[in-house]
């Protein structure tokens, strides 16, 4: 349960139980015995007002009597007394009693001789004092004060459990992490918040850790990639250098340093379009380009280069003429240039055939560029985007490649808010699929 939810509802119960064993507590057990104990406060009251009766009685019919009687007693206990006569005309009134202070009111008839002659009306006031002592009311309050006391301590016991322990678990927790040991595993299982936290930090974590090791592994990959090159340059530089050597070979070490210097530069280029790649953000400098164009265009630049070196560019597109998408169109056709070039590359066989389809679906527009090259084990396929992955490692070199075409493909695939996959093709060799979101010009 959410923490937004949980919290509340937690400590609304621990008041509603609080107040249901009070209230359990008083009519079970206290209300006898305080309503016992009040009544016998009130009849105190009342006996007060039987002996201002009586004093009325023993000085009747002198009025002055009763007036200075009465005002002796407000003064005295400091309370108020009214005395009405049988028509309600006031024959006296006097008050000692504060009027923001709670009191005790009463009213009695006063009978004289058997006759109904006067109406006496009194004001007590209360005072803690006068209820502190009653044993009932007293044990009452303690309850209340411990049960206060319990309610405050259950509330700080659950927001202690339900946040702060937890908080405390992921905090020990962070502090065992480190940029060169970033996996932690949290002990909280709990679907709240603080759990969802958790899981987030456990990902970060692990985000973090893969990329430490991507990036030792990317090190050791552009050490090793730009140190065998320059090692070969290197060599048939001192060996130029160091001795007369024939035309002829000279010529061949110049041109073996030439093509090793290349190869760097390649790296170089490669590693510079995939971090500016890596930087960038969907749908900048996108616009909108119909899907046929586009398609006609890549085919039409590669075909004849292709065609002189026994391979053959087939192309096929099912879209309709209002099939369109939102794309940068250099970055874009950057994927079919390194999907072209890793065919020819890497496929030992000719003839080759490459053939590069596109159809709609469900709202997406679909490309696949498949050859009938040696293809790549299945267990590879999932692997072959991440960068500076190699199938074999010596081959690759011998070849030029970097590791970083296929990456740069799915960078920017993801950035145009596609997808992109590998798989086996139908002609036996590699298949690599992928879509964008499609526009009809039509509709828009």
Request: aromatic share 10%.
């Amino acid at each position: 349960m959410s923490l937004k939810y949980k919290l509340p509802l937690g400590i609304f119960l621990i008041i509603a139980l609080f107040i249901i064993i009070v209230f359990a507590y008083f009519r079970l057990y206290k209300s006898d015995d305080i309503i016992r104990e009040i009544n016998q406060v009130r009849s105190d009251f009342l006996n007060n007002d039987q002996e201002i009766i009586e004093g009325i009685v023993v000085d009747f019919p002198d009025e002055r009597k009763i007036k200075a009687r009465m005002e002796s007693l407000a003064k005295e206990r400091g309370i108020s007394i009214a005395l009405y006569d049988s028509q309600g005309k006031e024959i006296y009134f006097t008050s000692y009693l504060p009027g923001e202070r709670l009191s005790f009111f009463s009213k009695n008839p006063v009978m004289i001789g058997g006759r109904y002659l006067y109406n006496l009306e009194t004001r007590y006031p209360l005072h803690r004092s006068d209820f502190a002592d009653l044993q009932a009311v007293r044990q009452f309050r303690n309850l209340i004060i411990a049960g206060l006391a319990a309610v405050v301590g259950l509330i700080i016991l659950f927001i202690y459990l339900t946040v702060l322990k937890p908080l405390t678990l992921f905090s020990r927790c962070i502090d065992r992490v480190s940029y060169t040991n970033s996996r932690v595993a949290i002990p909280y299982a709990n679907k709240d918040e603080i759990g969802e936290l958790c899981r987030k930090f456990e990902e970060m974590a692990a985000r973090v850790n893969d990329a430490y090791v991507q990036q030792n592994e990317m090190i050791a990959a552009i050490s090793h990639d730009i140190r065998t090159p320059l090692t070969s340059i290197s060599g048939y530089v001192e060996r130029l250098l160091s001795k007369k050597i024939p035309a002829e070979k000279q010529k061949a070490y110049l041109s073996i340093i030439y093509e090793k210097a290349s190869n760097i530069e390649e790296l170089v280029q490669q590693l510079v379009d995939y971090a500016a790649e890596a930087g960038m953000s969907r749908n900048e400098n996108n616009s909108i380009s119909g899907a046929k164009e586009l398609l006609a265009a890549v085919c039409g630049c590669y075909t004849p280069e292709l065609k002189g070196d026994n391979i053959t560019l087939e192309c096929s597109c099912t879209a309709n003429e209002s099939a369109a998408v939102p794309i940068d169109g250099g970055r874009f056709r950057r994927v079919f240039v390194n999907l072209i070039e890793n065919a020819v590359k890497y496929s030992e066989r000719r003839p080759l055939t490459i053939k590069i389809s596109c159809w709609p679906e469900a709202g997406r527009l679909f490309f696949s560029v498949a050859d009938s090259g040696r293809g790549v084990p299945e267990r590879e396929l999932k692997r072959i985007f991440d960068k500076f992955h190699r199938l074999e490692q010596s081959r690759s070199r011998e070849k030029g490649g970097t590791g970083l075409g296929l990456a740069i493909c799915r960078s920017i695939i993801q950035n145009h808010g596609g997808a992109i996959w590998a798989g086996r093709s139908a002609m036996g060799g590699l298949e690599v699929t992928f879509y964008l979101p499609l526009i009809e010009l039509n509709k828009s």
